[in-house]
């Protein structure tokens, strides 16, 4: 026991003299968390627009003027005529162009109808999307005004309720997904990379052979970086309540828990990764290619899994990172227990079970 609390802190001791490492293990995270939760986002706000208004009349005007007063629009541009529309599109200076019909006004109140085209730059087809969608519904908000005298027999008025996100807040998406992110790819990266630096520096073959077993070697390995992510992993959390306003609805000790449980797993995946590394820079390369795309993209991260094809859908089974982000969405957004996250969690809990017993069956192996 003596000797393998001797080699966890000569890890510890390894670690903390590496400035590199230390800036990859506690800056990198702190960097993504605020650049993702602040960058990257659902919402539009300051789209620049242009306006085609061919009828010039005071409604026109008034559905001018709330628009403008939208947080979500900058009108940067008045076409005097369409075929403008076509080349400013193409400089690529407004995403998107509102044309008001002529006599819009007088159809309005007369016929009771009027138009109003939405043309939307379409290279990027979900902010298309989503700008035709806050136009239209700042053209619905300016009819029930106009509307909220008339009476009408009969009625079906849907109530909408956002559950879970009232706000709809793309923040609350992002976070549990960049804590994912950050959390495999950290401990997986570092945990393959020092591996492997003892397998190149020809050090690797001395502790297979001393006293210690293969799988203290391992586990003595991977400790410290247990210890490290989980502090990562805190910082996360409190980075994502006080700055980012994201709640924790659920219990914080089973956060915890399946946080710590996950950092596991992604250090079994790092020892796998060494097993097939001879170099530092392999490890790294198949470290970020490897796991960094898989995660973004079949983890439900950003795209859901459901949308996908029934063989990708079946590949996503088998990352970690998929079933993480289920058990951090339902335990800080849902509150729900681990009555509701029990298969996620054996999940995590098996995979972590495999990578060890084949990482430790491949340096038995090799010490043979």
Not at 24 to 44: K, S, W
Not at 203 to 216: A, D, G, R
């Amino acid at each position: 026991m003596k000797r393998f609390v001797g080699f966890v802190r000569k890890e510890f001791y390894h670690i903390f003299r590496d400035r590199r490492s230390l800036f990859i293990l506690f800056g990198m995270p702190i960097a993504q968390i605020l650049l993702f939760g602040f960058a990257i986002t659902n919402e539009i706000n300051n789209v620049d627009i242009a306006l085609l208004d061919q009828s010039n009349d005071v409604t026109s005007k008034e559905i001018i003027n709330k628009i403008a007063a939208s947080r979500h629009f900058s009108i940067v541009d008045i076409i005097q005529q369409e075929s403008s529309i076509e080349s400013i599109f193409k400089k690529g200076k407004v995403k998107a162009v509102l044309q008001f019909e002529n006599n819009f006004g007088r159809h309005l109140i007369k016929e009771k109808q009027a138009t109003v085209q939405i043309l939307t730059d379409a290279t990027d087809p979900n902010m298309a999307n989503t700008i035709s969608n806050y136009i239209s519904s700042i053209l619905k908000n300016y009819q029930q005004e106009l509307n909220n005298e008339v009476t009408i027999d009969y009625q079906i008025v849907p109530q909408i309720r956002m559950v879970y996100n009232a706000e709809l807040k793309s923040v609350y998406m992002f976070v549990p997904g960049v804590m994912t992110v950050i959390l495999m790819l950290v401990s997986a990266m570092m945990t393959s990379i020092s591996i492997t630096r003892e397998k190149e520096q020809g050090t690797m073959e001395i502790l297979l052979v001393s006293p210690l077993k293969p799988f203290q070697v391992i586990i003595g390995k991977v400790f410290p970086y247990i210890f490290l992510s989980v502090i990562n992993a805190i910082v996360i959390v409190l980075l994502s309540i006080f700055i980012f306003n994201v709640p924790v609805k659920g219990s914080l000790f089973l956060l915890g828990f399946e946080s710590i449980l996950f950092i596991i797993t992604s250090l079994a995946l790092g020892i796998l990764i060494s097993t097939i590394s001879a170099t530092q820079q392999t490890a790294m390369m198949i470290s970020l290619m490897g796991l960094m795309l898989p995660t973004i993209l079949l983890s439900g991260f950003i795209f859901p899994v459901s949308s996908m094809p029934l063989p990708l859908q079946g590949i996503s089974n088998i990352i970690p990172a998929k079933w993480f982000i289920i058990i951090v969405k339902g335990n800080m957004l849902k509150g729900v227990g681990i009555g509701f996250l029990l298969k996620e969690t054996l999940i995590l809990f098996a995979m972590t079970l495999v990578f060890m017993g084949i990482s430790v069956k491949k340096y038995k192996i090799r010490l043979e």
